[in-house]
């Protein structure tokens, strides 16, 4: 059973447009949520976080959308460049201690690609 | 400030070979995790420590995984036998605390191919 999911594994955007990546998650009990991006032979580098208590966080080119009724957040960049093509990876995380605090349970990535 | 370091960067073994993964935190980081990552997936958690001490190991193939970290500070994670679905990137990450509203700080990653 896959607690964060991100149902596009691909996504293409033209240069200069926004990207929209999407994710979705079931356990309730997550109420931080982390975008992470990896470039190929690299690990993933932290991009961008947003609390349960807010519904946006904005951070230059890039915001990231909860809707905690849905349990859905996405994650816009605008505008799209280049140097973005990555794979994104969704995260989200508890706060009980000795149960789901500080551990990010991931979602299989979507792959980004920006189109010149 | 110097990145988590991870060696080998890639290994490649045959089953029921053992192998070893080694990895040093950022200096000052109290959480340490072992994530395996299979081709196409999401990073799992295999282990998470606090300190020298084990947070979570719920989801370590405890009959041929095994982790340790002495002194709080480097980490090692092993297998023994492996494999062939241990073919996998085996990523190290580390943060400030162990605390949900922290991000984690990955290594390159070691990618274990198993034949």
């Known amino acids: 059973d896959q607690q964060v999911k991100q149902n596009s594994p691909s996504l293409s955007v033209q240069e200069g447009r926004i990207s929209i990546l999407n994710c979705d998650y079931t356990?309730?009990?997550?109420?931080?949520f982390l975008w992470y991006k990896k470039y190929p032979a690299e690990g993933p580098t932290f991009l961008i976080s947003?609390?349960?208590?807010?519904d946006k966080n904005e951070d230059g080119r890039f915001t990231v959308f909860l809707n905690k009724s849905a349990k859905h957040l996405s994650l816009h960049i605008v505008p799209s460049q280049p140097g973005d093509s990555a794979v994104y990876f969704c995260?989200?995380?508890?706060?009980?201690?000795?149960?789901?605090?500080?551990?990010?349970?991931f979602g299989d990535g979507t792959t980004l690609t920006v189109k010149p | 400030e110097a990145g988590v370091a991870q060696s080998p960067r890639y290994k490649i073994i045959e089953k029921r070979q053992s192998v070893a993964f080694w990895c040093n935190p950022i200096?000052?980081?109290?959480?340490l995790y072992w994530y395996q990552q299979i081709l196409g997936q999401g990073p799992k958690l295999l282990i998470q420590?606090?300190?020298?001490?084990?947070?979570?190991d719920s989801q370590l193939p405890k009959d041929r995984f095994s982790a340790e970290r002495l002194k709080g500070v480097d980490s090692t994670l092993k297998i023994q036998p492996a494999k062939l679905e241990d073919s996998a990137v085996y990523l190290c990450?580390?943060?400030?605390?162990?605390?949900?509203?922290?991000?984690?700080?990955f290594g390159q990653g070691t990618r274990l191919t198993v034949v």
């Open positions: 990450a580390s943060s400030v605390s162990g605390t949900a509203n922290t991000e984690a700080f």
């Open positions: 356990n309730s009990m997550f109420d931080y």
């Open positions: 200096s000052g980081h109290a959480t």
């Open positions: 947003i609390s349960s208590i807010k």
């Open positions: 420590f606090q300190n020298n001490g084990v947070v979570d």
């Open positions: 995260a989200a995380s508890g706060s009980i201690p000795g149960t789901n605090a500080g551990k990010s349970t």
